[in-house]
């Protein structure tokens, strides 16, 4: 028996009760949002310069892991200009804003979205939310404590091969490390978007399936461009999650297909 919705019933599925918003209601909705993210980044990012001490000590982390197995290697961070220090204290502050701003951000955008959606949708959201905090996150910290010490140690490895003394500057340093960490972070949601792109009916699964090839071409040149060392072991390093997001997106949106044609359909 095949089971169909009535206006009414698709109609009642709406959470938001409240009153019809025209235009410009909803862009003075989107402008108190954009306000208080904007207010949240800038209190997180007082926090991280209030603690600036504490917080260049774990982002030197990576560079004191990868010191380690090079110890007669010296490797200390200089400044190259009057300047160079306020660009490692804004890089600083951008890393810990950014991340700590992420869950008020995505609580934000919820409540500016949530009256749009249905029952159904709303119930998706929040794991949604949750699981895009927590892929960031990953991301974040495969960037922090894995790509970006190896990336370190290897070019460690090369300097010491060629008789090179690494005079390395803080704020490249810094802008190295917030880009593994943030560019990583954001890479991480790669899955989350291809499950959206199905449930949204804008790609089908079969299509994924029959561009796999293509796909992992594309995620090997884009590894290639961006990673900060030429060398193949960063490159995979970079692609293996990517890959594996890419598979994980297919079984994940293929179930979720599966679960959304029970829903309309009762046999």
């Not at 409540?111 to 959201?125: C, H, N």
């Not at 959206?196 to 090839?213: F, H």
């Not at 390093?237 to 359909?265: N, Q, T």
């Amino acid at each position: 028996m095949v089971k169909y919705q009535t206006s009414e019933s698709v109609r009642s599925e709406y959470s938001g009760g409240g009153k019809r918003m025209g235009f410009l209601d909803h862009l003075e909705e989107l402008r108190w949002t954009l306000l208080k993210c904007t207010i949240v980044f800038a209190v997180m990012v007082t926090i991280v310069a209030y603690c600036m001490d504490d917080a260049s000590l774990l982002l030197n982390w990576p560079l004191e892991k990868a010191h380690a197995a090079y110890p007669k290697m010296q490797i200390n961070l200089v400044t190259s200009s009057p300047m160079s220090v306020f660009s490692v204290m804004i890089d600083i502050c951008l890393i810990g804003g950014i991340v700590m701003s992420l869950p008020f951000w995505l609580f934000f955008i919820g409540q500016f979205i949530a009256p749009a959606l249905t029952k159904r949708e709303l119930s998706v959201a929040l794991p949604t939310g949750l699981l895009a905090f927590a892929l960031f996150l990953g991301g974040c910290s495969f960037g922090c404590y894995l790509f970006a010490p190896s990336s370190i140690r290897i070019s460690l490895e090369l300097n010491q091969m060629f008789g090179y003394t690494p005079l390395w500057t803080a704020d490249k340093y810094y802008s190295l490390l917030m880009w593994a960490v943030l560019g990583l972070g954001v890479v991480f949601e790669f899955p989350l978007l291809v499950v959206l792109a199905v449930y949204m009916g804008i790609v089908e699964v079969k299509t994924l399936r029959k561009y796999r090839r293509h796909a992992i071409v594309v995620i090997f040149i884009i590894a290639a461009i961006v990673t900060p060392t030429p060398d193949p072991f960063n490159q995979c390093l970079f692609a293996a999650p990517l890959l594996i997001f890419y598979e994980l997106s297919i079984i994940v949106a293929s179930r979720l297909k599966r679960c959304r044609a029970d829903e309309v359909v009762e046999v």
